[in-house]
């Protein structure tokens, strides 16, 4: 396996892959579309800008990238790799900030788009491949956009709801009969 890091950015363009080679990957918020997703996952903090937490945030990707061919698929893309986050939020209980750790594996086999309605992909999201079960996504023109199945990636397993605390009784609230404070 090649430790290439430059093979891998934001749009993958399946031309520049050679078949067969696995490249190594490790992205964090010094690339510019990583801090834009680290950015928006800091909006929800009120404190401070969005921007003005990347210091004490942190998004970091790691993994491999694999391009294959196969006479079902044709050309496809194999991606394995995890996600580490730490990002600021508020709780919505105490709207006090709070930061919270992310941690998201992924198994991912881009497929040409052409394939979507196609009976092996039309009403399925993952597929068996290479001895494996992998999330299907499409990729359109030969262009694969990596950054966009990461920020889906990031955002399926973002803490909407967060509680700083969530055995702790609010002041003024009577637990006993919450309808009454």
């Known amino acids: 396996m090649q430790k290439h890091e430059n093979k891998v950015a934001a749009q993958i363009n399946l031309i520049k892959l050679p078949n067969n080679t696995a490249y190594e990957f490790e992205f964090d918020q010094e ?14 903090a009120s404190e401070k800008k969005p921007e003005a937490y990347l210091k004490e945030t942190s998004l970091f990707i790691s993994g491999e990238v694999e391009k294959k061919n196969n006479t079902e698929m044709n050309e496809f893309l194999l991606m394995k790799g995890q996600i580490e986050a730490t990002y600021v939020t508020e709780c919505v209980r105490t709207l006090k900030p709070m930061k919270i750790d992310l941690v998201v594996p992924f198994k991912v086999c881009f497929v040409d788009e052409s394939l979507a309605t196609s009976e092996l ?18 990729y359109t ?19 909407q709801y967060p509680v700083l605390d969530a055995d702790a009784k609010l002041l003024g609230v009577d637990w006993r009969n919450p309808s009454k404070t």
């Open 141 to 159: 023109k030969r262009t694969v956009n990596f950054q966009e199945m990461i920020h889906e990636q990031i955002f399926l397993n973002y803490d």
């Open 121 to 138: 992909f039309a009403e399925i999201d993952e597929t068996w491949v290479e001895n494996d079960t992998y999330e299907i996504y499409f």
């Open 31 to 44: 690339t510019d579309w990583v801090k834009e997703i680290l950015v928006e996952m800091n909006e929800n």
